[in-house]
């Protein structure tokens, strides 16, 4: 009996730790997104220059959408801290948005881009891998 509750508290504190990794992570991942968006807005000149690119946007659009998912994903990233089933769902779907957008803007800023996607990766993996 006590061997089981030891098992179930290594698991809850293991489970707690993962989710906690992802949400830093997380948070880190939308604080990127956010500054990279901020440096779109003011079109900012470390952004390479794509005339044949099959998603292309001008800058300030690509900023903003970085922007709306930078803060997207910090408001998941807290929730995350609440350790609930909801928060993990809406880390996941936030650190998969965060993926796509950074894979479509690649060629404006390839280094930040892969960053922060294999950030997501990480979280999508931390989010998923907690068993209730």
């Known amino acids: ?14 489970a707690s730790g993962t989710v906690a990794a992802a949400a830093v992570i997380l948070l880190l991942a939308g604080l990127l997104d956010l500054l990279r968006g901020v440096m779109a807005i003011a ?20 900023g903003w959408i970085h922007l709306a998912l930078g803060v997207l994903a910090l408001l998941a990233g807290l929730a995350l801290f609440r350790l609930a089933l909801w928060a993990r769902i809406v880390g996941v779907v936030m650190a998969s948005l965060l993926i796509v957008a950074n894979f479509l803007s690649i060629p404006y800023y390839p280094l930040w881009s892969l960053t922060v996607m294999a950030a997501c990766v990480f979280v999508i ?5 907690v068993r209730r």
């Open 1 to 14: 009996m006590a061997n089981a509750l030891n098992d179930r508290a290594d698991r809850n504190a293991l």
């Open 43 to 62: 079109e900012d000149e470390v952004f390479a220059r794509t005339p044949d690119y099959t998603f292309q946007f001008s800058t300030t659009a690509w």
């Open 125 to 129: 993996w931390g989010l998923c891998a």
